[in-house]
Structures are given as C-alpha cells and as structure tokens.
C-alpha cells in the first residue's frame, strides 16, 4: 500500500501566480518530509525539506507546509516561472529508517 | 566530475545478457542506494549500502546483483532480467550520521533500461 500519495497527476499555472502542489501520507511515524524536482532526463533533484518538529520552511520562492494532524504537506513556488515545469515528488521517512519514500509525482506545467 | 553520475544512461538488453550499471558519488556521503521507477509508479527502493555493507534488500529478486567495492562505488549487475524490468534505475547518496540518521539523498541522472 502506497505511503505517499500525490493525488493531482498534473497541474498547471500561469506564469507569476502560486503553484500547490500537495502530498498526503499514512504513515504516522514519518518525521521528515522533502520535495524533490525532476526534469525530463535527470535524476530528482533536492529542492526543500521539512522535520515535523515545524510546520513550515521557506527557502526563496519555495514554502513547504505540513500539517501533522491531517498528514498532509504541501509546496507552494510563489511566483510561479516557466523554469519550474518539471514534475515534483513528495518524499517521507521515518525515524531509523535508511528508506525514502516516495509519491508518484505531480507534473507542473507553468505557461509563459 | 561532480554530484552523483551513473553510466550507462541508456541500456537495450535481452532477456539472457549480463549487463552492470555504475553508479560513482564525488560527495563523500557514506551510503549509497539504487532506486527502480516504473512508470506511473513511485520509485522503489531496491538496496541500501551503508559504510560499504548492504543494510537494505527490499525483496528484490535474484537477477539484480548489487556490489558496493567502496563508499563512492556501487553497482547494479543484471542477468536474466524480463521485459516488466524495464525501468528508470536511479542511484542516489546521503551521508548517514548515526544508524538510520541519514541526511538528504542525491540522486544521479538514472540508467533508462529496456529489456527485450
């Protein structure tokens, strides 16, 4: 049984709005969440993470979210550029735990 | 060379050849993994090494071999493989501070394997 799930296959935005992207987890021993990007090609690529002692981390346009109590996370990339279109995986792991797992990504269409 | 680099990038074998995926890290991280993504699937954890010992086998079968000569090196060696192993497999490497503590995995680009 899927962990982490992505719900919304795909998405798109126009360019300078908000994009949302949201990850729903089951596991509730999961303490440590990230996000990682990937384009076509290429390996993901570490974007931004978050330990479940908060409930949000910002890094530049990036803005993880994580509400513990409903298990869901999201990220948001405000303003929104058309470099961002990639598709973007949620990622949990739990405490003691070498594994990662993974959603089954979200592709994020921006349009200029 | 920098960050994490696998080769081949692309691989078309039979069902009877023997082939081996590398994949080599220039972080000085000390754990190294081998992920499969299937299409429309989440990727899929196949091995751990962790200081050159493999700590995770998570029911993969016995026609991918993984070899961890050192903590920079790992390889993936396939015989015998089936049409449905046609995958993305991706390596990844973190540094792991304490038993199970491990920090952010980096991934390389991924071997894009068909298997005929």
């Known amino acids: 049984d899927q962990q982490v799930k992505q719900n919304s296959p795909s998405l798109s935005v126009q360019e300078g709005r908000i994009s949302i992207l949201n990850c729903d987890y089951t596991n509730s021993m999961f303490d440590y969440f990230l996000w990682y990007k990937k384009y076509p090609a290429e390996g993901p690529t570490f974007l931004i993470s978050?330990?479940?002692?908060?409930d949000k981390n910002e890094d530049g346009r990036f803005t993880v979210f994580l509400n513990k109590s409903a298990k869901h996370l999201s990220l948001h990339i405000v303003p929104s550029q058309p470099g961002d279109s990639a598709v973007y995986f949620c990622?949990?792991?739990?405490?003691?735990?070498?594994?990662?797992?993974f959603g089954t990504g979200t592709r994020l269409t921006v349009i200029p | 060379e920098t960050g994490v680099t696998q080769t081949p990038r692309h691989l078309v074998m039979g069902m009877t050849n023997k082939k081996s995926l590398k994949c080599e890290q220039h972080?000085?991280?000390?754990?190294m993994y081998w992920y499969k993504q299937s299409a429309k699937k989440p990727l899929e954890l196949m091995f751990v090494?962790?200081?050159?010992?493999?700590?995770e086998n998570n029911s993969v079968p016995s026609r991918f071999s993984p070899e961890c000569p050192n903590s920079s090196h790992l390889f993936l060696h396939l015989h015998t493989l089936q049409p449905e192993d046609s995958a993305l497999y991706l390596c990844?490497?973190?540094?792991?501070?304490?038993?199970?503590?491990?920090?952010?995995?980096?991934f390389g680009p991924g071997t894009r394997l068909t298997v005929l």
């Open positions: 990622a949990a792991s739990a405490p003691g735990a070498n594994n990662l797992f």
């Open positions: 990844a490497s973190s540094q792991e501070r304490l038993a199970g503590v491990t920090d952010t995995q980096y």
């Open positions: 090494y962790s200081l050159e010992e493999r700590v």
């Open positions: 972080l000085g991280h000390n754990a």
């Open positions: 978050i330990s479940s002692i908060k």
